[in-house]
T-cell receptor, first 118, second 114 residues
Framework: GAVVSQHPSWVICKSGTSVKIECRSL??????MFWYRQFPKQSLMLMAT?????????EQGVEKDKFLINHASLTLSTLTVTSAHPEDSSFYIC??????????????FGSGTRLTVV | AQSVAQPEDQVNVAEGNPLTVKCTYS??????LFWYVQYPNRGLQFLLK??????LVKGSYGFEAEFNKSQTSFHLKKPSALVSDSALYFC????????????FGSGTRLQVQP
């Protein structure tokens, strides 16, 4: 089956620094990547949608200059939290949709990244 | 706009008893419905989905869900709960075709007591 590898699993950073989260599709081409944010005991909130080779589409209220998304290849998408602050602490999850040959793969989730900003 | 409601924050059930986790949805077109399970500090694991066809969908780990168009519901069920089923369950919906994001419900924590 389809696998999405997300790294790091957890990261602690100082306020004001930037953190990069990677999601790689291991055995299929991820043409679309969805980035979600999950607060404790809450649901997943869509942050942005990115299609390979195009600029990401951000949801209302999500700062595109703060949450930089790159999807330059069919197997890698990155989310960079710039100038992180404690309120950015959260669980970030990616979800990839794509294909391998004629087979369609929808909504394969990464294992998530726990970001703590101190 | 599409939306999903999971009315119960938590469901408690004894091991061996049947379980139901409720989900209702709202879309303007044909719904694509999903159930996922999440263990602590982990991503989401796919359980099952309804696209079209039979209203009763069977999925992983003995779970099933019934699509009810008139009640706009997609409740998750399992005939006999296991302690290891204790986790957070999310219902999600997508309207129509194409590579669109899923909209998730608020999640229901299932606690199965030995």
């Amino acid at each position: 089956g389809a696998v999405v590898s997300q790294h790091p699993s957890w990261v602690i950073c100082k306020s004001g620094t930037s953190v990069k989260i990677e999601c790689r599709s291991l055995d299929f081409q991820a043409t679309t990547m969805f980035w979600y944010r999950q607060f404790p005991k809450q649901s997943l909130m869509l942050m942005a949608t990115s299609n390979e080779g195009s600029k990401a589409t951000y949801e209302q209220g999500v700062e595109k200059d703060k949450f930089l998304i790159n999807h330059a290849s069919l197997t890698l998408s990155t989310l960079t939290v710039t100038s992180a602050h404690p309120e950015d602490s959260s669980f970030y999850i990616c979800s990839a949709s794509g294909n391998r040959g004629k087979a369609n793969y929808g909504y394969t989730f990464g294992s998530g990244t726990r970001l703590t900003v101190v | 706009a599409q939306s999903v409601a999971q009315p119960e924050d938590q469901v408690n059930v004894a091991e061996g008893n049947p379980l139901t986790v409720k989900c209702t949805y709202s879309v303007s077109g044909n719904p694509y419905l999903f159930w996922y399970v999440q263990y602590p500090n982990r991503g989401l694991q796919f359980l099952l989905k309804y696209i079209t066809g039979d209203n009763l969908v069977k999925g992983s780990y003995g779970f099933e869900a019934e699509f009810n168009k008139s009640q706009t519901s997609f409740h998750l069920k399992k005939p006999s709960a296991l302690v290891s089923d204790s986790a957070l369950y999310f219902c999600a919906v997508r309207e129509g075709t194409g590579r669109r994001a899923l909209t998730f419900g608020s999640g229901t924590r299932l606690q199965v007591q030995p």
